[in-house]
């Protein structure tokens, strides 16, 4: 976060002298105040160069803001390319296009429900979708293909259900656990989740103090908005975070970005492991595609090699050969403990306890890589019985994420075994609506939920919950019905109530 | 009921007197012609001080009428407060905004179906939900979180199919039977419910006339409208009441009850253990915040306090300590037979025979407690078995309630082995709509199904339903089906049949 | 049809003299120009006794027509109550209401597709739904209660899936089968269903000639809108028909009535065992209520009286006490095959053949009786292993009806083992439809359907259908999914294909 | 393809010259300039008499051309009734009536959404749906009965989730494999489908040229809109190509086209065993009847006959009496590898390779023959245990086609065991929407599908993808659920999220 690195230049850029750099052969934009020359970086940008050609001598900062770090510039761009600052003043204005879509959505910003409205963690959601951006709204809500395995994470939840206990002394209930060895009041963490700007101007840093609030922990992402540092810088005192890693191809940027989560102090080292190549989402790319669609319509053949693009720059920094052969190496280059997020089959958790690792999250990744993956929820079904006829249940801490919306869910995953779940997407909404308040209320909600759901399965303390609460006999059916009989449909009369009289 | 108790008084108050206490300093409130200081109240009051004061130095009769029962004042406020009769031709008037809403609703009153239009339970839900007060509707409709335990209840039945016998001799059949040893015409009973009067002026004494009609049991609810006094003295004279008990923290409180209950010759005592917190029902709590919207908008904070408040306050009336250990002194201070409502899984069942209580209803609170727990049919089918096996089946009697709605519900619960079932809110919903003669024909109609239905199964009295009557192989399968290809779907023609000729 | 027994009275009587008669003390009424003193009839009427004063004094014949078989007033009316011809010029023509509805059917009547765009059964319901009387269409489509087993008895058949073999030759394929040792082109039956005439002028003789031309049997009805012996009349020389029987409480009745049958040429008696007591069915209910709804509207006690009277009235006629006790009488009262229809579980139908009958129809009555009794097919499936495990499955022929719309239908029927199925509205909504022309159609369909799928499942005869060709393992699952998550669709949203273009 | 076998004639016949000939008695039609004397041929016209007596006299060029191989008319129609080339001056245009609803197809051909949209297979089904002749839509969607069983081979795969591994080495995934000896780059192929022309004016050629473009093989079709020998010709180099076979009553005729299709280099017979009959495909039917229905309003009659005429025509054609006894001539009249297509079940796929056959396609011709036929994944998931059992699995290959559209379909399949699948529909629909480039997409958006899945699903190698990857379980139950509560539904208020504020 160097913003200032060539402040000492005493005269400043003019918008003109800007402009000038605006095609391929020269490209320079502005960002923040400030004027960048991109030309050798075009063909490495991993959004494609044509996105960053649209702003080519102009100021791209309104673009560069939600999806970039702070410290992007400074990381990735040579100090050479940093050309100065930009008398704004000068910078021609931007004459925007009347955006319908836009005006409509600032009309439903003003008629926003209040806050207090929100009664529970899908209502956020309502609202987001309401007054979220529309590529914004697409890349937070949009799963892998037919987003089966989107709507499945939360509908494997519906498959289980309660079977509570009596006349039991609950008039003190504890909903604490532990985490890794913290304390926390609930048993949910904060999960990553990439682009908080998306969502609302500060980024993640909001999730830090709404999981400082309500003492749970934040794992920090990769792909956050936010730089890394200012994520920790947020964090209180004794404030608890996590770092979830993609495993870059240069295995020294990787033990670079453990070493210092380690001296920041993380207390955990999530892998994620179901993401060898990252996940074609259509509802996003759709999104984008009408977001630009305009200045593209000529060139029909682009778009494939842009999406392709993307794929490939993103193959370049995630490792697809990560292996299980790579686990020691991780285990020699921290203290934190290691965990696989992503595993998906019981198996695999087996393999994960011979590898020495200190924890799973069973994830499908919030349904976002492979359609009709399981959810988190059924591989914990699965996976805690085996673990605990060989006597292994105790050897690593077991966590899943995916579909979590009321505390309901969470005491379903913890009477099955696990430690506790990851809740994403529903902050993000929460905080993309109201900001810091929104993640307040959601996380209270979780939190009344919880005290009073606890009471009603009988349950004091998170210790009591367990398998013998729960009827889990529907949860491994993944049937569909006989395909609509649309004929018969067609000729059946529904029943009617009695019909009122007459208006007169 | 002792609103004569200061009739002593000689100079009557003025509107303008109790006016001047319109604050929460000094906060007087006018209810059925007296003004009542509640100022030290309003700190207690479970409902929270601002609905109070919403009505502080005026008339509260309408707001307070259906949601206390008429001996309130009496009991909870100490008659220093009682400041006397006021000359209500004195009190001003409030001008009520005209509310659209409520417009319709009277025209909907207006237009509502004649009663025989009603045809079974359901008929009347579905005129209740279009001429009730929406915030009285919300309260009786909704159930706990999704409301998935609420529909379920219902949805269970449809679960459970007949398998007929024919030529059985069934001129006569006889829908009698007999539960906690009182001969009753037909298997079910009028279960708690609270609040009568939001859907009819004179509340719960409706539903005891027309129990008496039909010669079946009113179970007296503790949250009732009406006093616990006036239900019993609407009862007729071999009429049998059984009482619906929340267990206060304050014992003796609780043993008052229990033994003016038994004087006042009350014949059960069903004490609720599915509810040591009242649930969040969310469609009543959006309800109400519509209703008092406009006077909130500011203090977004407030809301959050509120229902707290409410919850807590609720919490420090019911009992969450309650637990077996206490049931031995309940057998102690009362000789009616004890029955546990809201018992939810075989293992609680086996422990309250072992606990020596003389049944239990199989509930879940009417899908207003805890989602996800399952519907008491279910839980019948795991129960029974068990029992049998053990040869236990006669030493309690086991209710369950939940979701009747139809003759057949009935019949299969009484063939799995219940006695009896309880039916609340569609009692509730003929009630609001047609007053006495809703409740009349409600039941009517019940019975007139019941021996049809009986006659159609091949059983002519009730002790010959038995389990080989069913086919209960789907009852307990919580499954969903995949989620649905959104796509596909979209891009499928569905069959139409033959098309019109045009119109010319 | 003795329609002339009072010919020889010279003076014919006026529209004035039958006027005068106009009340419960005095009730004529005029049919197909005669006039009737029903005055003392009135009490005893299954319809109530309303239906018939609203037509005192004037002429009832078009009420009266569809619901009764030309020979009842014969039968039932003692002769010195038939008054004798009316001259109808001098009866004051009875100006209708315009009805909205009727000239809103009339111009579909108008609109209605041309018969060959009817490709299916379900084609001709679509078209009869549109273009029949409302009270009419409800009458004949209605179901007990919910409805539920009504349409699970097609969807059941849904649920059964093919095996069906290759490279078989079916060059010629043979759809021809015996019924009770009649050979009949192809394994299904009309089977019996009430008043044809609110479905076409002439009523069930329509069905006759249908039945004759493509070579299958017609089930004569108890309750046909034509009398028994115009049934009879229209058969053609070596055509076979059945009698459906629904026993009289007067056995000396019963024995006339199947002597006749036997006399004039029947050569099966069914006797209904599924109807101790005809069902609710609400659907039909409402429509009568709508129907005669302005002449009650102020009487609002009336309805549920007449309903009970007509349920008492028919229950005084169909004998509720039949029993098993019955059959060995039955058995020698007539050489014809005796079968019961209306068996629902395995139990039953081992009964029946012990006790010595000929056949079973496994059915519910078309669904109007007992809601959630189980389909035919299905319990078919439940029926035939054990009878094969006893070595008794050619002891008695098995049919089944209910929800067959399909030739595939049949097909799946055979293969478990019926010798046919029973199909009765399908050939009533054609007739409604399109009158003989329709049910020839619909029958040829069939036929058509037949052949091809016989083709196609690989066998040319219908003794090589067989229970290997069928997948039923869902056929007995009687479930329903997790009730829906309302919030949750709330906030998803749906995938899209690709968007369009502006229009420009 | 002789066109020009009559172009010695000097002298053109006029178009009033063709237009004597307009009736049944002597029939003459233009189709590409020349005239054709079709009288004697009219009654063994497949498609009925009297679509061509709608064109006696004149041009049918638009009519034919689909419908028919260009070589039709040679082959089928002796030289002594090609009359000559027409002077198409001469011939008088037929003025068109506007068609409304042609008129809004063209408006959706011009708002089409450009081909970049199209994100996955179901994109271009969604803008074929949209810009395709209504009748030509109507063939390719349309399947047998209620279509159950064509939303059931999509839907099947919905069945089956994945059980994906982590931690394996992806970096390169090689998704190629082999079939019947041949190298492909991916596991499908492009199966035969009838009548391409409907689609695209080039027919199948146009997927001959995709095919090759990415090395996947194409199944010609018997029933092409192209010639066999055109399908050959558009083939490159070293291109391979199979042959779909109707077998033929004339065994000769049978095998000239076997020896032919060896000859011109094709790998592969797949002999057609589902469709002794063509199925009813009434969408189809009733679009065609639409289509021509002003013409025979009349004419009641003559629809039932036509389409029972070509029902007769096409058995004529394909023979029905084909059986196993057949096969052994089969295997010695070719050295093509011999496939059997559509079969349905475990025992004949056993028979198949008792017969000595190479393998199979497990199929039910796309949902078009018969209705309730399992899908070819389902039969897949049946057979292979037993095949395996037997240790036969490598004494045959195994294909299935019906309802692939996602390379997750594909991998699922492989997965079973299957060596590859055929996909017919999606091509013909990206070809009818965006030609050329629309098959192209098309196989591209497989192919990335592919190798993305293949990595998150942990296989880097088609051989890796093993039964252990799935989960199946529910994938074999056909069930539906209980007929929904339409009362019940009636009267609930599903949950809403929070109500934005009024508008101003």
């Known amino acids: 976060m160097n913003h200032n690195s060539n402040d000492t230049q005493a005269v400043k850029l003019t918008g003109e002298d800007v402009a000038q750099h605006n095609s391929k052969d020269s490209c320079w934009v502005i960002v923040h105040g400030r004027a960048y020359d991109v030309t050798d970086f075009l063909p490495e940008h991993p959004g494609g160069s044509k996105i960053i050609l649209k702003y080519a001598g102009k100021d791209a900062t309104e673009e560069f803001e939600p999806i970039h770090p702070p410290d992007t510039l400074d990381k990735y761009l040579d100090k050479s390319k940093h050309m100065g600052e930009v008398d704004m003043g000068t910078v021609q204005q931007e004459v925007k296009e009347e955006d319908p879509d836009e005006h409509d959505r600032q009309d439903r910003v003003k008629r926003m429900p209040i806050l207090e409205q929100c009664y529970n963690l899908m209502d956020f959601e309502a609202v987001a979708r309401r007054v979220m951006k529309k590529t914004a709204w697409a890349y937070y809500s949009s799963g892998a293909d037919d987003e089966i395995t989107l709507r499945e994470n939360h509908s494997a939840f519906h498959k289980i259900w309660f079977r509570p206990r009596i006349l039991v002394d609950v008039e003190k209930v504890d909903t604490s656990t532990t985490m890794l060895g913290t304390k926390v009041d609930i048993p949910f963490y904060v999960t990553a989740t990439a682009l908080g700007k998306l969502g609302h101007p500060e980024g ?102 842009r999406s392709q693009g ?44 011979e590898a020495g690792v200190h924890g799973v999250v069973l994830s499908n990744h919030g349904g976002r890589q492979l359609d009709f993956a399981r959810s988190g929820i059924e591989v914990l079904a699965e996976v805690m019985p085996v673990l605990r006829e060989r006597g292994w249940q105790d050897r690593i801490e077991i966590y899943i994420d995916g579909g979590v919306r009321r505390a309901t869910d969470i005491i379903k995953a ?91």
Chains 1, 2, 3, 4 share one sequence.
Request: glycine share 8%; proline share 5%; hydrophobic share 40%.
């Open 204 to 305: 993640e840093v909001v999730l830090t103090k709404g999981a400082k609030k309500h003492n749970v922990i934040q794992m920090i992402p990769t792909l956050a908005s936010c730089s890394f540092d200012e994520i920790c810088d947020a964090r209180e005192a004794d404030q608890v975070q996590w770092l979830q890693l993609y495993v870059n191809k240069d295995r020294a940027v990787t033990k670079r970005i453990v070493e210092h989560a380690e001296k920041r102090g993380c207390k955990g080292l999530f892998i994620t492991v179901d993401a060898p190549q990252l996940g074609r989402r259509e509802k996003d790319m759709r999104s984008k595609f009408a977001d630009i669609g305009s200045n593209v319509q000529s060139s029909t053949g682009d778009d494939v090699d």
């Open 310 to 353: 993307a794929a490939r720059a993103i193959s370049s920094f995630i490792d697809p050969s990560l292996s299980w052969k790579d686990i020691p190496w991780f285990l020699s280059i921290t203290k934190m403990p290691i965990l696989l997020k992503g595993v998906q089959c019981v198996e695999d958790v087996l393999r994960a306890v």
């Open 414 to 504: 913890v009477c099955l075994g696990a430690k506790g779940v990851g809740i994403g997407r529903p902050f993000l909404y929460a905080m993309s609506a109201y900001g810091g308040p929104g993640v307040d209320r959601a996380m209270q909600l979780l939190k009344d939920e919880m005290e009073m759901n606890m009471r009603l399965i009988g349950a004091s303390d998170v210790s009591q919950l367990n398998p013998s609460m729960l009827d889990t006999r529907g949860l491994s059916m993944h049937t569909a019905t006989v395909p609509t009989d649309t004929l018969g449909l067609n000729v059946y009369d529904p029943l009617v109530g009695p019909k009122e009289k007459a208006k007169l």
